[in-house]
């Protein structure tokens, strides 16, 4: 169907006559603002036949469902989501298969193909300590304790060192 097969003046003109029956009823019911909100969206369907707009909002419409069916129906549109489905698959597995390989290659050459649970430190390291300061700030006295039950301690903290209070 296209546009010109449609009687678009005496639809429009319908519409817009409904329209305005509902937006007469809404002023009697709900008051002024209301009525005239119905109002408006009443005389659009009028303004877009004789702007012209009608006919450009058909052309948009029908493009766009056109497209829609096309790509929905489409056997040949299928069969390209069905390879790109399958490229990402095989992106996916070779990425798993590479990982297995520079893992196992990396494992043989230190522990014998054995895998470990967790990477052991060395007997002669030091562990950090557990408050370490950072240069430029302040050391925290060994009689001061901060309050583990209070949530905004840390930013008091902060707050202080940077002098704002």
């Known amino acids: 169907?296209?546009?010109?097969?449609?009687a678009w003046l005496p639809l429009c003109i319908g519409v817009t006559a409904v329209g305005l029956v509902f937006s007469f009823l809404a002023f009697r019911r709900r008051g002024a603002a209301a009525g005239m909100r119905m109002t408006a969206w009443a005389?659009?369907?009028?303004?877009?036949?004789?702007?012209?707009?009608?006919?450009?909002?058909?052309?948009?419409?029908?493009?766009?469902?056109?497209?829609?069916?096309?790509?929905?129906?489409?056997?040949?549109?299928?069969?390209?989501?069905a390879l790109a489905g399958l490229s990402a698959v095989l992106f996916v597995v070779s990425g798993v298969v590479r990982g297995r390989k520079l893992a196992k290659a990396g494992e043989g050459g230190k522990t014998g193909g054995k895998r470990t649970a967790a990477p052991e430190a060395a007997p002669g390291a030091q562990q950090a300590p557990a408050a370490a300061q950072a240069p430029g700030r302040p050391a925290v006295s060994a009689g001061k304790e901060r309050k583990s039950d209070d949530d905004f301690s840390d930013i008091e903290d902060i707050l202080k060192r940077r002098g704002i209070s």
């Open 1 to 6: 169907m296209s546009f010109n097969d449609i």
């Open 43 to 81: 005389l659009l369907p009028a303004a877009a036949y004789l702007t012209g707009a009608l006919q450009a909002l058909w052309t948009i419409g029908s493009t766009a469902v056109g497209f829609v069916t096309s790509l929905i129906l489409s056997p040949a549109v299928w069969a390209g989501v």
